[in-house]
């Protein structure tokens, strides 16, 4: 059975650092692309970033380049290094896995979040 659990998130200064992982269990990470997807408060779903399988790389272009994913295959582990935070970042974040191994594959899998808040 595919588990997907998200780990890292909490309160943090505006212009601060965190990191979140997402521990994945139940099917070949490896072969797989996964995805960071966030909610704000009263908002809907919003894309955040993907990798591949191969460990290319995307993002939305609302973060530019102060998000960045990355994968430890060996560890089975998904991560989002955050830097220069804003208030606007303030969202439950999802791991979420794709279907396939690209880009536009659908998202089939999603862990319960981590709540990232951004305030002074």
């Known amino acids: 059975e595919v588990h997907l659990v998200e780990s890292g998130g909490g309160l943090v200064q505006p212009g601060g650092s965190l990191t979140l992982s997402c521990a994945a269990s139940?099917?070949?990470?490896?072969?797989?692309?996964m995805a960071w997807v966030r909610q704000a408060p009263g908002k809907g779903l919003e894309w955040v970033s993907t990798?591949?399988?191969?460990?290319?790389?995307r993002s939305a272009d609302s973060i530019l380049s102060r998000f960045t994913i990355s994968r430890d295959n060996a560890k089975s582990t998904l991560y989002l290094q955050m830097d220069s935070l804003k208030p606007e970042d303030t969202a439950v974040y999802y791991c979420?896995?794709?279907?396939?191994?690209?880009?536009?594959?659908?998202?089939?899998?999603w862990g319960k979040g981590a709540l990232v808040t951004v305030s002074s």
């Open positions: 979420a896995k794709r279907r396939g191994n690209y880009w536009s594959s659908a998202m089939d899998y």
């Open positions: 139940g099917f070949t990470f490896s072969s797989y692309a």
């Open positions: 990798i591949t399988f191969r460990g290319n790389t």
